[in-house]
């Protein structure tokens, strides 16, 4: 196959991607959090839009997935670090030639970029070729590479390049310095009285000395002085500095476009293959996840946040995980239980893991069975906007109505504890009407309430409660188990552990 795009196969489409805004559900999922640390340090490629925009196919995460898993063999790895390196110290000296003034100062840091950039092709056709990468974004890229280096235009640049750097090489002058003087010379074969010198003395030395040297500054770049002697220079040598000169402007465009795209677009996978090895080093697992556009049959194992495991790892902290399951006719988790138990990071899990799975990414866990939706939606409760002239209810009504409007059969709905500032019955009415739009369009989602009667509203929910230790009521586990809820479960153990139930009451009490 042609190579247009390690990140989507066929025909490359993708550029629409480019102008991705970050979707309306990261900030409610954390997701932005993630990409921030996933990309942190590359800046310069830009690559929040590729995790801003999902893949609409089947194929196109297939072809991610096999790049990845390509990607996670050392060999193929260390090439794509070298030659990312090799690319990156190319842009710098491009940046710091079209910084400078002197003409023959510009070319020479081009001729530089050029000869980094023939290395790199030429040291990447060479790893893949050894490494034979499995997947179809690396064979159609070492294929494209393997022409484009046997290529004439290629050739002639390799060859024009390392000819001038051999010329250059062998240019020598002399230089007379007499007072504010400078006469610069052809070289003729004078004596090196330095070496003279230091051999002249040697005898004398005895253990370290201090050394008297003169430091040079290593700024870059000629000043006024230095940029006279090489325009002298070139008139001793006129027609390796003419071949300099027509080289710059011959080899100005150098660059093979896809080559560059696929240096920017490669580092989607190398950055999120790096973020996520901090977790493999402390024994947390990864996986591919399998996808279906038609099942709604879900699994996840062992499946975490990554957003909080960022920061509990770096806090030197436990990384809770969990599991979940939907069987048909399932389709809607309905999660309850105490505060502060880990309601709502179940929920942003299983968003998180949809979101990773559908751009092609390996997701927190030891396997998982998710969907491939068209769209995320959440609805997360928050702060009253005076700016919208809505109170917090009307508010909530009206974010809901939008989710609803959305949501088809394809579509994944988070909802976070909806209709929390109105009464106990407007609440558990609102909310069975919400559930009941859903469960007629057939939505995957979940959601997290204080409601314990929306858990059994219908064939599609599954009742979800975050659990306490059994020994100490108020000490919250954050595993979130499949149970049927009971809203006085955590009222009653918080009871019994301080004998005030009606049984110890009693006891208490004596008439």
């Not at 004596?191 to 430091?215: C, N, P, Y």
């Not at 479960?489 to 005030?500: F, H, M, N, S």
Request: proline share 3%; charged share 25%.
């Amino acid at each position: 196959m042609p190579f247009l795009s390690i990140l989507f196969p066929g025909t490359g489409a993708g550029d629409a991607t480019e102008a991705a805004d970050e979707p309306a559900c990261f900030q409610d999922l954390n997701l932005h959090r993630i990409v921030a640390a996933v990309i942190a340090g590359r800046e310069e490629y830009n690559l929040e839009p590729f995790f801003y925009s999902k893949i609409e196919t089947l194929d196109g995460i297939n072809y991610r997935q096999e790049v990845m898993r390509d990607l996670e063999r050392d060999e193929i790895m260390r090439a794509i670090a070298a030659f990312s390196s090799a690319m990156a110290d190319m842009r710098k000296r491009l940046f710091q030639a079209n910084k400078l003034h002197y003409r023959y100062e510009k070319e020479r840091w081009l001729l530089g970029a050029i000869d980094l950039y023939g290395m790199a092709v030429e040291q990447l056709v060479q790893a893949l070729r050894q490494a034979k990468p499995d997947s179809r974004g690396l064979r159609a890229l070492a294929h494209y590479l393997d022409d484009y280096a046997q290529s004439a235009t290629f050739q002639r640049l390799v060859a024009d390049t390392r000819q001038l750097i051999s010329e250059l090489s062998r240019i020598r002058y002399a230089l007379h310095i007499k007072g504010r003087n400078i006469t610069v010379r052809r070289y003729d074969n004078e004596i090196d009285a330095s070496i003279a010198i230091e051999e002249t003395f040697a005898k004398f030395r005895q253990g370290a000395v201090h050394s008297h040297l003169a430091k040079f500054s290593h700024r870059v770049g000629l000043d006024h002085i230095d940029a006279q002697v090489l325009e002298r220079v070139a008139l001793f040598y006129p027609e390796i500095f003419r071949s300099l000169e027509a080289y710059g402007v011959e080899h100005a465009q150098f660059v093979d476009d896809a080559v560059v795209r696929f240096d920017r677009e490669v580092q989607f996978y190398v950055a999120y293959l790096s973020y996520i090895g901090q977790f493999r080093a402390r024994g947390l697992v990864f996986c591919y996840p399998r996808l279906s556009e038609t099942s709604k049959e879900l699994v996840g194992n062992e499946v975490f946040d990554l957003a909080l495991a960022d920061r509990l790892l770096r806090e030197n902290m436990a990384i809770v995980r969990n599991d979940f399951h939907l069987h048909d006719p399932e389709r809607l988790y309905v999660i309850s239980g105490p505060n502060q138990g880990g309601k709502t990071t179940f929920a942003r899990i299983f968003g998180q893991i949809h979101w990773l799975a559908n751009i092609g990414c390996p997701v927190p866990g030891w396997e998982a069975d998710l969907f491939l939706f068209d769209q995320l939606l959440t609805h997360f409760e928050k702060e009253e906007d005076i700016a919208n002239l809505r109170g917090k209810l009307k508010d909530d009504l009206v974010r809901i109505r939008q989710v609803l409007d959305q949501a088809t059969s394809r579509s994944i709905v988070i909802m976070n504890e909806i209709f929390s500032s109105t009464t106990l019955d407007d609440a558990t009415f609102l909310g069975e009407k919400v559930l009941a739009g859903l469960s007629q369009r057939d939505t995957l989602g979940v959601c997290v309430t204080f409601l314990a009667e929306l858990a059994s509203f219908n064939e599609k929910t599954v009742s979800m409660m975050s659990t306490i230790d059994p020994s100490d009521p108020a000490v919250r586990t954050f595993k979130v188990e499949r149970k049927p809820a009971d809203g006085l479960a955590y009222a009653l153990a918080i009871a019994e552990k301080y004998r005030v139930t009606y049984a110890w009451l009693a006891r208490r009490i004596r008439p």
